[in-house]
């Protein structure tokens, strides 16, 4: 990468959205970008190490990176603070949205948040659900966008097509910038467009697609958002202003940033101002927005199909099938989606993936979990999985990770019984703690104060049988909690 080292590049990972076109696996509670889906790392630790400042330099070995701000939805702080620790990852900050109000909110707090620190610094703003596979010309393309950026110009990143894609919408660039060798002058964003246009698009050769990736001076960013949105950069103001910090994280202020317009950066800004710029590359990348891209990135066999999982196949074709904890069989189908997990099996014809959100619209019209939430439900702590519910009763089995506690807490309808079956636990039970240790068990009764802790080094793992009158999630009174959740 041939970037100006001497102005500092802060990469904006925005990890919001909730991925319902890639459901069941994707979920409002656990989505897409906290996946392992296009490697062994998920996609938001993917996204991070391609900023890594360990990974790249400048002149004479100099980071061109600096530590990255993530801006997510308040309900995935936890995890994504825990993958970023296990890429040792120390983000530059974590700015928690109460409510998802589009790309244009989060480059305005970020532009805000970075440009009190360092005005001339340059924003790497990137989606953390986009797959690129060739991460050098990935950073070659960034400098290219940096000298751009430095000659004050809003830079976006236009990948050349491959096909006619009506998916995405498209960049006709315009005049060679004479200040950054291969950026040039954006003369025109244009919509999705049918498929005939897009073929033309494709033998034209001026056209690339919009990645929705960007690289912005800080101080150019604030002024054409006064410009072109100014109510989306003093509701942000307003909510960086009157937020909070939480833990190692920063809270805005909920009633201010509600007041900032839905809208995307392209329509805010970068469709209205003359200052736009586009680097068109070829990154290997991907818009991983439903089932049908993972194909398209996966490795086939030699009859087309992408397989993950324990899966057999006999005379299918062109398929993706993902099996996470069932042996699947698939006979004599072509073009489809397989997906199957613990509560929901999906089947799909592979060119009607981007239907799968209507299916997650029912599951939430008819108030089903399964748009919400997987069977195994990740918390600060670790995770729990139901085993089995019958009338007044529930079995769980709790992962409680190295040096984690549970909050101080008691339940007004149910009582619990702890079965230790790995490792060690320290319960407080009322006034007492008590050492639970493998194949002993310990009974909580209603109402009573009490408090899960593993003071070791291996996961604890135990079997929760709860019985009582009401078992909701919500029949929890937090006394106490190191998470700031009570």
């Known amino acids: 990468m041939n970037g100006n080292s001497a102005q500092k590049i802060v990469p904006v990972l925005l990890s919001g959205g909730t991925g319902s076109r890639l459901w069941p696996l994707s979920r409002e509670l656990y989505p897409k970008q906290f996946l392992p889906l296009c490697s ?8 991070a190490l391609r900023v890594d400042a360990r990974s790249a330099g400048g002149p004479g070995g100099v980071a061109v990176f600096s530590a990255p701000l993530v801006i997510c939805n308040q309900e995935h702080r936890f995890l994504a603070a825990e993958q970023l620790r296990q890429s040792r990852c120390d983000p530059r900050g974590i700015i928690l949205e109460p409510a998802g109000r589009n790309t244009a909110a989060a480059c305005a707090l970020a532009a805000l948040a970075v440009g009190t620190d360092d005005p001339d610094a340059l924003l790497l703003v990137l989606p953390a659900d ?8 990935f950073r070659h393309a960034v400098g290219i966008a940096a000298r751009a950026a430095a000659a004050g110009r809003l830079v976006t990143f236009g990948i050349n097509p491959t096909r006619p894609e009506t998916g995405y919408g498209y960049i006709r660039r315009g005049h060679a910038m004479d200040e950054a060798d291969g950026a040039y002058n954006v003369a025109a964003f244009v919509e999705k467009p049918s498929l005939e246009v897009a073929e033309r698009y494709l033998a034209e050769g001026s056209y690339a697609w919009n990645s929705g990736m960007f690289l912005f001076p800080v101080g150019r960013l604030l002024a054409e958002l006064e410009r072109h949105a100014p109510a989306v950069l003093a509701a942000c103001r307003e909510a960086l202003d009157q937020g909070s910090k ?3 994280f920063f809270r805005l202020d909920a009633a201010a940033f509600a007041r900032a317009p839905s809208i995307s950066i392209d329509y805010a800004v970068m469709e209205r101002t003359d200052r736009a710029a586009v680097v068109p590359c070829e990154i290997g990348w991907t818009d991983v927005g439903a089932w049908s891209a993972l194909w398209d990135v996966g490795s086939k066999d030699g009859d087309g199909n992408v397989v993950v999982g324990d899966v057999l196949l006999e005379g299918a074709r062109d398929c993706y099938i ?12 072509e073009n489809a989606v397989v997906v199957v997990v613990d509560d929901a099996v999906l089947v799909a014809d592979r060119s009607q993936a981007q239907d799968v959100k209507r299916i997650v619209d029912r599951l939430k019209a008819e108030g089903r979990s399964e748009s919400v939430s997987h069977r195994r439900v990740h918390r600060p702590w670790g995770s729990y999985q139901s085993l089995h519910t019958g009338d007044r009763f529930q079995v769980k089995s709790l992962t409680i990770a190295p040096g984690s506690r549970l909050s101080l807490q008691k339940h007004h309808h149910r009582a619990e019984h702890w079965v230790v079956v790995n490792g060690t636990a320290l319960v407080t039970r009322g006034e007492e703690q008590v050492m639970v240790y493998e194949n002993q068990s310990i009974y909580i009764p209603i109402g009573t104060v009490h408090r899960l802790e593993n003071p070791g ?4 793992t135990i079997i929760e049988v709860q019985s009582g009158s009401y078992l909701g999630e919500d029949d929890i009174v937090r006394l106490e909690d190191v998470y700031g959740r009570n």
Do not use: C, F, W, Y
């Not at 062994?40 to 996204?47: A, E, F, H, I, S």
């Open 322 to 333: 993902r099996s996470d904890n069932h042996l699947t069989a698939v006979v004599g189908v």
């Open 40 to 47: 062994d790392r998920t996609m938001l630790q993917d996204t």
């Open 246 to 248: 939480d833990l190692d």
């Open 130 to 137: 986009h797959e690129i596979r060739d991460a050098e010309a």
């Open 457 to 460: 080094k291996v996961p604890l």
